[in-house]
């Protein structure tokens, strides 16, 4: 309790509208996006975001109102 984790996998939980994504890449890139669908797999957020090697933090805090739950990243 209190603590956070990292575990594979495309699903995060989204509260209190914030979410903290992880994601990493194993090479660099020119460019990388971060698609984010809802549980009806309707796009809500589709972005650029920083496309460099290894482990990324992304902190996402929707625009709007948006329900708490899981939602898939891409």
Not at 6 to 26: A, D, H, I, Q, R
Not at 34 to 48: A, H, L
Request: glycine share 10%; aromatic share 12%.
């Amino acid at each position: 309790i209190g603590k956070t984790i990292t575990y594979p996998g495309k699903e995060v939980w989204v509260e209190n509208g914030m979410g903290v994504f992880n994601y990493e890449l194993s090479e660099q890139a020119q460019e990388a996006r971060m698609e984010i669908k809802d549980s009806k797999g309707n796009t809500v957020y589709n972005e650029k975001v920083q496309p460099n090697l290894g482990m990324q933090t992304f902190n996402w805090k929707p625009e709007g109102e948006m329900s708490d739950g899981i939602y898939t990243f891409e």
